[in-house]
């Protein structure tokens, strides 16, 4: 860390990346082979997913090393127990998954050349797959500078989330003033970048699908009707208080889910699907839920959508991986929200690399509010000096 760096960033600092003899690094892995092949990764539960160390340097190909202080888990990863393994849309590789998160990613990472203007910076990195390791490569092209303030734990909560969030309710739903919108998952990271978005524009009412117990914290976040959808049908909730309808609902759900959402758009609403979090219904894999998510997904043809006056959208930012110029200006805005104080990720809790399944488990009882995150190891507390 540079030394002006390390005068902006007060607090006890992390130590170096460990190694192991003979140069190599540590990173969280499905399986327990120390150089995982085809055979060692699979598909399972939390038990799978271990700190493995791996001998020598990475693997030589384009970027600047990067020593990670931070990464997001996203509910996507918790796909690796299979539950999407015959899904194209998981863009699961062949032999299993490389977490780290998932399909996209992100990550704090401290040093590197990538370019002259970011030597020894720290950047935030936006990457498919690969970032739950104390050292990664990547290209310049996938870094972003942190903004100033900004901690490690919150850089690791702002690109996926935030970016997804944005892209979704401006690019796609075109949000403007006096419009209503739906957020389910509202307690998540996704869902809590949105909220914050929201915000940004004046007189939107939210509705926001959680827990019962999320339900105080949503409300100070500036969501106006908190559903419990556990034990409320949020479809006649929302239809009490506004009956057309919603202008937005963002839907990370799938399923009978989506048809919901679907009907309870306003005439010129927009449904946008970014996610089937209804096919992961526990720790193992439940055939019986995956089929009827599936039964029930939503369809839809061009000539039903011309009188209804609808439009369904469908995002993944997986899928974005050469349009640098679109998510650098969606980036730029972002952090310029940030730098203003309009938008700030909320943390729900940090763990080690080595405490990964509680982090999942944490995610899957959907017990979070905001985002996790996971560190190669936590900072070690300083001995209070006694008083003379």
């Known amino acids: 860390m540079s030394g002006e760096e390390g005068k902006r960033r007060p607090g006890p600092r992390r130590p170096p990346p460990r190694r192991a003899a003979g140069g190599g690094r540590r990173g969280l892995r499905p399986g327990g082979a120390p150089v995982p092949g085809p055979g060692a990764l699979g598909f399972g539960g939390y038990e799978k997913v271990k700190v493995q160390v791996r001998r020598g340097e990475p693997s030589p190909r384009p970027g600047a090393r990067r020593a990670v202080r931070a990464c997001g888990l996203n509910f996507a990863d918790l796909r690796r127990r299979g539950c999407t393994s015959g899904c194209r849309a998981a863009r699961l590789p062949r032999h299993g998954v490389r977490p780290g998160p998932g399909t996209r990613g992100e990550a704090m990472a401290l040093g590197g050349e990538a370019r002259a203007s970011r030597k020894g910076k720290c950047v935030m990195v936006l990457a498919r797959a690969g970032l739950w390791q104390e050292v990664v490569t990547v290209p310049a092209s996938q870094t972003y500078l942190m903004p100033d303030g900004m901690s490690f734990e919150e850089a690791a909560a702002f690109l996926v989330n935030y970016i997804t969030a944005y892209m979704i309710l401006f690019d796609f739903g075109n949000l403007r003033p006096n419009q209503s919108v739906l957020i389910h998952m509202a307690a998540g990271g996704v869902g809590t970048a949105a909220i914050q978005l929201c915000k940004t524009v004046e007189n939107v009412t939210i509705f926001g699908t959680a827990s019962a117990s999320k339900h105080d914290a949503l409300r100070e976040s500036g969501v106006a009707h908190p559903i419990d959808y556990r034990s409320m049908d949020y479809v006649e909730e929302v239809r009490k208080i506004s009956p057309k309808g919603v202008d937005i609902v963002l839907d990370p759900l799938g399923g009978s889910d989506t048809t919901k959402a679907f009907n309870l758009l ?31 997904q939503f369809s839809i043809n061009a000539l039903q959508l011309l009188h209804l006056n609808k439009a369904v959208c469908g995002y993944h930012l997986g899928y974005m991986d050469e ?47 905001g985002k996790v995150i996971l560190v190669p190891e936590l900072p070690k507390e300083e001995p209070k000096k006694e008083d003379n």
């Open 323 to 369: 349009e640098f110029e679109l998510i650098g200006g969606v980036v730029a805005k972002l952090v310029s929200l940030y730098s203003q104080g309009k938008i700030k990720p909320r943390i729900d809790s940090v763990w080690p690399f080595e405490q990964v399944a509680d982090a999942m488990r944490q995610m899957q009882e959907k017990k979070n509010i």
């Open 266 to 296: 306003k005439p010129m609403g927009k449904l946008i699907t970014y996610g089937v979090a209804n096919l992961l219904t526990g720790q193992k894999k439940n055939l019986m839920a995956m089929a009827k998510t599936w039964w029930n």
